[in-house]
């Protein structure tokens, strides 16, 4: 059996605590090599094929041994150095190149730019909400820019909205559903997701919601046990990933909505007891939802902490509550 490796460092989730993290920018000039260690890290086991360089430090360029034969390490702490994240092996051969990522761009404001007339403007980035359309084109200024759901926008100056800049906001616009929609894997698989069971003791809603997704995609029973070390559940164990930096409901809401339509069950952080946090799975939208005003209520989901008397009846509309704010952002888990 796999040895899970538990340290305070770790990320983790417990039902009564929330985490946020900060918005990522666009840039079109690239910052300096910088480098970054996480605050809070998991370790994890990834394979390493023969010819892998190790180097003494992230920073230091030196080749402390290549590996001669492939196999598998566990990674205990990782660092970003320019364009490549390395990773350190617990056995402290030496820190190995584990994946890159791209370099952080910036797009300095103010600017000018050419918008055409038929532009449209919305209310803000993740409104989804049309202010007005130019009538006729022109220069513009831009004075800030985010990104959201993968594209870019600029406020102009004068207030009127913020235009799109690269990306599409609504490439294929989604027909509003004319009957209730259920992913395939909850369909498939109810008797399973009951098997799981529900939540009799304050703690374990996330891993009770991750073993639900599990059993889901899995298509077998999966215990909340699996993702639960008696005090916290830790996502990575069931292949999930928390995308907890959504400062609109909307946005949030949109994400799920469109992984449900892939096949994908989506867990949400609710409101709990007091100021506590609660986790449950969605599985569904109901008839009528339409993607640029979603809301809780739209969404069909699986409580872990619902009456003895719904056991066998898991499913329900989020009529009862709604995501949970915490600094600022919402919060919910999808898979990796």
């Known amino acids: 059996m796999f040895k899970k490796i538990i340290t305070a460092a770790m990320a983790l989730t417990l039902c009564a605590s929330g985490m946020a993290a900060s918005n990522t920018g666009f840039a079109k000039n690239f910052a300096p090599t910088a480098i970054t260690a996480n605050a809070a890290f998991q370790s994890y086991v990834k394979a390493f094929p023969a010819g892998t360089k190790l180097y003494t430090s992230p920073t230091s360029g030196v080749v402390a041994q290549t590996l001669a034969q492939g196999g598998s390490f566990t990674i205990v702490e990782e660092q970003t150095v320019g364009t490549n994240v390395y990773g350190k092996f617990k ?3 030496g820190w190995a190149i584990v994946r890159e990522v791209p370099p952080t761009p910036q797009i300095q404001v103010p600017f000018t730019q050419y918008f055409g007339a038929g532009t449209t403007l ?3 980035p993740t409104s989804g909400v049309v202010a007005m359309t130019l009538t006729q084109g022109s220069i513009f200024t831009i004075v800030e820019v985010q990104t959201a759901n993968n594209v870019t926008y600029g406020r102009f100056k004068s207030g009127a909205g913020w235009a799109v800049l690269e990306g599409n906001p609504d490439p294929d616009p989604v027909p509003v559903p004319t009957q209730d929609y259920f992913i395939s894997a909850y369909k498939n698989n109810v008797s399973k997701v ?3 069971g529900r939540q009799t003791v304050s703690g374990p809603c996330a ?3 991750l073993a639900y997704c599990r059993t889901m995609l899995d298509g077998y029973v999966h215990s909340y046990t699996q993702y639960y070390d008696g005090e916290q559940c830790w996502w990575s164990w069931g292949n999930y990933t928390p ?3 959504y400062t609109s409901k909307l946005a949030a809401f949109q994400r799920t909505y ?8 989506v867990i949400f952080r609710i409101k709990g007891t007091g100021t506590n946090d609660h986790y449950v799975t969605c599985v569904g939208y109901r008839k009528g939802a339409n993607r640029s005003s979603l809301t809780a209520s739209d969404f069909y989901i699986i409580d872990p902490a619902r009456p003895s008397s719904e056991l066998n009846s898991p499913v329900k509309r989020l ?3 709604d995501l949970r704010n915490v600094g600022g952002y919402y919060k919910i888990v999808v898979k990796a």
């Open 122 to 124: 919305y209310t803000s």
């Open 243 to 245: 995308e907890q930096y």
């Open 91 to 93: 056995s402290g051969a």
């Open 194 to 196: 009951i098997a799981v």
């Open 319 to 321: 009529t009862f509550n």
């Open 258 to 265: 469109d992984l449900l339509n892939k096949g994908q069950p």
């Open 207 to 209: 891993a009770y919601a």
